[in-house]
């Protein structure tokens, strides 16, 4: 039932890499998990193994209702996926013009996904505000928002922590209390690094849902079309490991029927 994005006022921040991992294991641990990719890039497939021959998807294809059992694909990780699919420039702002006028093209068959209360929903989305993230705002139980341990980001830690950047309103205000902040990149080595951890912890305090290592081996596995959870010797892995925890600690959910445990021990992440 519970619907997940994975947002950030900033692009290049590590939105699609986190929620192809939380997504994986989410799914891991049992979960019946749909990846939905609402980025007109279209990448949230390259992450979790599709072909990219496959150019079909679930956004490109709206407003088509009742569509998105077509565009589900299934992965080798247990999990589903709706690609947004491949689109012309031209189509990406016609669909974002159909979002605005109409967002229930979107959010009706979101709601339909959800009806089954042992569902989750983890969406990608493109950086800052869009069409596409505002006709689900109305659904979201928990908005993971992304930054990098950078100056770039410090300067968007406030707009995070009183809600600012996902817009203005009152449905803005309401997501906002539900809004949770990932720091990607983390290098303890490095000052600058280390200062924005310590600043986002003191805005944020238990908003802060989860820290993640910088660390070569991210871009190394998609390389290699494999999760970063897969690598066992990867600093990250047991970042996002935890973050998926604190994933599922923030929503209602009845438990699992059998956890694929060996799924985890096969990517040397402790349960
Ligand atoms: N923890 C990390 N350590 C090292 N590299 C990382 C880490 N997280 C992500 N990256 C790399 O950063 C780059 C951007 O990641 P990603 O594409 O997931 O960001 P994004 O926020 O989805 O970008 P966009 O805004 O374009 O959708 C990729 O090359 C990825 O491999
Ligand atoms: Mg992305």
Redesign the pocket.
């Known amino acids: 039932m519970p619907l997940v994005a994975f947002v ?1 006022p900033k ?8 929620a192809a991992n939380v997504a994986a294991l989410l799914a891991a641990r049992g979960h019946d998990v749909i990846g939905l990719d609402l ?1 007109p ?1 279209n ?1 949230l497939r390259m992450h979790l193994g599709l072909s990219i021959r496959d150019e079909d998807g679930f956004a490109s294809g709206l407003p088509r209702s009742g569509a998105w059992h077509a565009s589900l694909r299934h992965t080798s990780y247990g999990l589903g996926i709706l690609p947004h699919g491949s689109m012309e420039p031209r189509q990406a702002l016609d669909l974002s013009r159909l979002l605005m006028d109409h967002p229930e093209v979107l959010a009706d068959p979101v709601r339909e996904m959800l009806t089954d209360p042992r569902r989750i929903v983890v969406v ?1 989305t ?2 800052g505000p869009s069409p596409a993230l505002s006709a689900l705002l109305p659904l979201l139980d928990l908005a993971v928002v ?1 930054l990098l341990a950078d100056g770039g980001s410090a300067s968007l830690i406030p707009q995070v922590a009183d809600g600012r950047f996902l817009g203005r309103g009152t449905m803005a205000a309401r997501v906002a209390e539900r809004a949770a902040m990932v720091l ?2 983390v290098d303890l080595d490095q000052p600058l690094s280390a200062a924005v951890l310590d600043m986002a912890h003191d805005a944020l305090g238990p908003r802060l849902l989860g820290v ?5 081996a ?2 190394e596995a ?1 390389a290699d079309r494999r999760l970063p959870v897969e690598v066992a010797a990867d600093r ?1 892995a047991e970042d996002l490991s935890m973050l998926a925890e604190a994933v599922l600690g923030r929503l209602s959910l009845p438990r699992p029927n059998g956890a694929t445990q060996s799924v985890l021990h096969q990517w040397g992440l402790r349960r």
Not at 212 to 216: G, H, N
């Open positions: 950030s692009g290049g921040v590590g939105k699609t890499t986190i980025d890039q990448a990608d493109p950086p992304v990607n990149q993640v290592a910088r660390d070569p991210v871009a998609l990250a």
